[in-house]
């Protein structure tokens, strides 16, 4: 299985934009690049089913975020505030940056 590449990074914040959760918005925990999926906070969430172990006694119905496919994420710019496609360059001190396509605005966080 060829190893997907993704513009999206850990801590960005996205819009869901296809799916049960269409429309909702949450930042992005772990990527999952050999998958192409992304876990983000509170987004397409599951129940799991725990048993009963050494450290917790009781089993017990657990909800946690699931992976969601990249192509199903749409990252929102932090200038504009809006969702948009995504470039890449590289500028002339040789460093890459993400750069959003409507505002050509830099998506790297400010250090």
Known sequence: MRQGRTYLKKDDQVEVIAGKDKGRVGKILKILPAESKAIVERINMVKRHTKPTEMNQQGQIVEREAAIHVSNLQLICPECTKT?????????????????KSCGESIEKKA
């Open 84 to 100: 948009g496609r995504i470039g890449k360059k590289i500028l002339e001190d040789g460093t890459k940056i993400r750069f959003c």
